[in-house]
């Protein structure tokens, strides 16, 4: 069989609290055709894939997809998590879907993505961006009829964080009007909102912006987590966006950790300096639920004699990190009647399905043992 597809967002398929590995966009052109998997066995057949790109590009993978132990630690244990809201907590950067609306949405657009890509300073951008706009008060009250719309899982992921005690901020270079409506969806008080604010005349025209928010200007997002920080005395703060101005707020007294969401932007300057990247807030609730369902286990060891079997194809033994932790003594600690380590040559995770023959009798002459 044979198919098409094209201009395929890149995303990660989630299995657990960690995502496996993200996949490129664009797919192209897959021919497939079934081969014998296993000599001498009629259950277990096979696809070899040939693909041929319809048109080239570039594949960027990320080293960060599959957080450190030191990275959950500080997730797990964090006090506070500031959110950006534009493509983050919400599916739409807001300035632009009011420039859209009052009709200027093109030219708006294109200085929104500066900023984010770090290519202009964000006071620039935003008092551009605004002129642009020239917004009346009538036109704002009727933008903000429309109901914001959430990212998946962000209400779920923000409810987890509050029943575990953590507070929950909401740091954005959008505007106070459209982000209210947001945190009153998830229960985040207005105390917790750092944005910026327009500003209207007394007969509703537009007047401009309050520039006394830390959030009007470049490093105001550092500026508003480091009173944030400081104000309530927080050993450790998270912030969670998708642009360089979330990106810089880590740094001394600002935030310990930056989780980069790509569920619906990725910029890959910024993604590849994070310390996270997650495609899921799904992702991030499970590393809190596992947590907290394993945690009477922490630093128990698997006791019973063993034999580890694993395929030199897997994926997750080419983890970074995990071929040296199995081979080097790291695994051994763990499992202290580890007797051997087996490598099966030319097979990948499913090692009972590609290799039965094999791996049946790999099993047997371990039991014999006994």
């Known amino acids: 069989m044979s198919f098409q597809a094209q201009s395929v967002r890149a995303v990660s398929r989630e299995q657990s609290s960690v995502p496996l590995p993200t996949f490129s966009p664009k797919i192209t052109r897959v021919s497939v055709r079934p081969i014998g998997m296993v000599r001498k066995s009629k259950l277990f057949n096979s696809f070899v894939a040939s693909v041929q790109p319809v048109e080239a590009s570039a594949v960027t993978s990320f080293d960060n997809t599959l957080p450190s132990k030191e990275v959950l630690d500080v997730w797990q244990n964090v006090n506070a998590v500031c959110f950006d809201v534009d493509s983050t907590v919400c599916i739409d950067e807001g300035i632009d879907e009011f420039a859209e609306f ?21 006071e620039d951008a935003l008092a551009a961006r605004l002129s642009l706009i020239n917004p009346s008060l009538s036109q704002l009250q009727d933008f903000l009829k429309r109901p914001p719309r959430l990212s998946p899982g962000i209400d779920l992921l923000v409810k987890k964080l509050k029943d575990k005690k953590k507070d929950v901020y909401l740091v954005s270079g959008g505007f106070r009007q459209m982000i209210n409506p947001v945190a009153s969806i998830l229960g985040i008080t207005l105390e917790n909102i750092f944005a910026n604010q327009m500003l209207f005349g007394s007969n509703g025209e537009f007047a401009g912006f309050d520039k006394n928010e830390p959030t009007s200007r470049s490093g105001g997002k550092p500026t508003a987590v480091q009173q944030i920080k400081k104000a309530h005395g927080y050993k450790s703060v998270v912030m969670i966006g998708d642009g360089a101005t979330d990106l810089e707020a880590r740094m001394p007294g600002g935030e310990d950790l930056f989780i980069c969401y790509g569920g619906v932007q990725l910029r890959e300057s910024v993604a590849a300096k994070a310390d996270w990247l997650v495609f899921n807030f799904k992702d991030l609730i499970n590393s809190l639920e596992n947590w907290e369902l394993t945690a ?58 590609e290799k039965p023959d094999e791996i049946n009798a790999r099993i047997y002459d371990f039991i014999q043992r006994f």
């Open 296 to 353: 009477p286990f922490s630093g128990c060891k698997i006791q019973v004699t063993t034999r580890f079997v694993v395929g030199d194809l897997d994926a997750t033994y080419h983890v970074p990190g995990t071929k040296e932790y199995i081979l080097n003594g790291g695994f051994k600690i763990e499992v202290p009647n580890l007797q051997e380590v087996v490598v099966m040559e030319e097979v990948g995770h499913f090692i009972n399905q």
């Open 102 to 122: 009052c009709g200027a949405g093109k030219a708006v657009a294109e200085w929104t993505a500066r900023p984010m890509n770090g290519s202009v300073s964000f």
